[in-house]
T-cell receptor, first 112, second 115 residues
C-alpha cells in the first residue's frame, strides 16, 4: 500500500529564508510524486511533479524538490520565502493506480 | 481550457436533506475523480471514472453517496440524508489517460456544511 508522511503540520519561516517542507513516501512500485499548494477555500494547484528521469524537479514560483529513492523522500524547497508563499502544501503519491494518496499537509507561515 | 469547474462553491444544508454537487472537467480529460477533504487533513479519494464508467469506489463512499458521469462529460455527486460528519470540502479533479499523464487538475471545490 502507498502512503505519504509530511513531517511538521506547521512551519514558520522568515521572509527571505529557506523553505524546507518534508515528505516521505511508501510505495511498492516506482512512484509518481507530486506537490500541490492550497490557498484558503481554494482547490489544489500543482507545484511540481516527479515521474521518471531527473531526480531534481523544478516547479512554479521558484520551488523545487528532489526525489531520493534511498531515503524514500521528496522534500520541497525554495531558497527565499515570499509572503505570498503562505499556504498549505500537500505531498501526494500515485503508484500508477490513477488515484493519489495525499499527506496531511503542512501549513507554511511566512513572517515579515 | 477553462479548468475544472465545480458548482456550487458553498452549500449549507440541514441534516437529513439531500444535496447534489456538479463537476465539469477539462474537456479532453476522460478521467474524473472525487475527493473529500476535512479540516486539517489531506484530500481522501472517493471515486474514479474513466469516461462514463465508475471504476472504483472507496469504502469512504457509503451507500448514502452516489456519483454519476453520464455520457462521460460532467459528473454529479449526490449525498442523501446528510449527516454532520459529511461536512467537508468536496474536490473534483480530472486528468488525461496514460501513466505518463497522471497529473490531475483540481477544481476549487464545493464546501458542504451540514447544520
Amino acid at each position: 500500500a502507498q502512503s505519504v508522511t509530511q513531517l511538521g503540520s506547521h512551519v514558520s519561516v522568515s521572509e527571505g529564508a529557506l523553505v524546507l517542507l518534508r515528505c516521505n513516501y511508501s510505495s511498492s512500485v516506482p512512484p509518481y510524486l507530486f506537490w500541490y499548494v492550497q490557498y484558503p477555500n481554494q482547490g489544489l494547484q500543482l507545484l511540481l511533479k516527479y515521474t521518471t528521469g531527473a531526480t531534481l524537479v523544478k516547479g512554479i514560483n521558484g520551488f523545487e524538490a528532489e526525489f531520493k529513492k534511498s531515503e524514500t523522500s521528496f522534500h520541497l524547497t525554495k531558497p527565499s520565502a515570499h509572503m505570498s508563499d503562505a499556504a498549505e502544501y500537500f505531498c501526494a503519491v500515485d503508484s500508477g493506480t490513477y488515484k493519489y494518496i495525499f499527506g496531511t499537509g503542512t501549513r507554511l507561515k511566512v513572517l515579515a | 481550457d477553462t479548468g475544472v469547474s465545480q458548482n456550487p462553491r458553498h452549500k449549507i444544508t440541514k441534516r437529513g436533506q439531500n444535496v447534489t454537487f456538479r463537476c465539469d472537467p477539462i474537456s479532453e480529460h476522460n478521467r474524473l475523480y472525487w475527493y473529500r477533504q476535512t479540516l486539517g487533513q489531506g484530500p481522501e479519494f472517493l471515486t474514479y471514472f474513466q469516461n462514463e464508467a465508475q471504476l472504483e469506489k472507496s469504502r469512504l463512499l457509503s451507500d448514502r453517496f452516489s456519483a454519476e458521469r453520464p455520457k462521460g462529460s460532467f459528473s454529479t455527486l449526490e449525498i442523501q440524508r446528510t449527516e454532520q460528519g459529511d461536512s467537508a470540502m468536496y474536490l473534483c479533479a480530472s486528468s488525461l489517460p496514460g501513466t505518463k499523464n497522471t497529473e490531475a487538475f483540481f477544481g476549487q471545490g464545493t464546501r458542504l456544511t451540514v447544520v
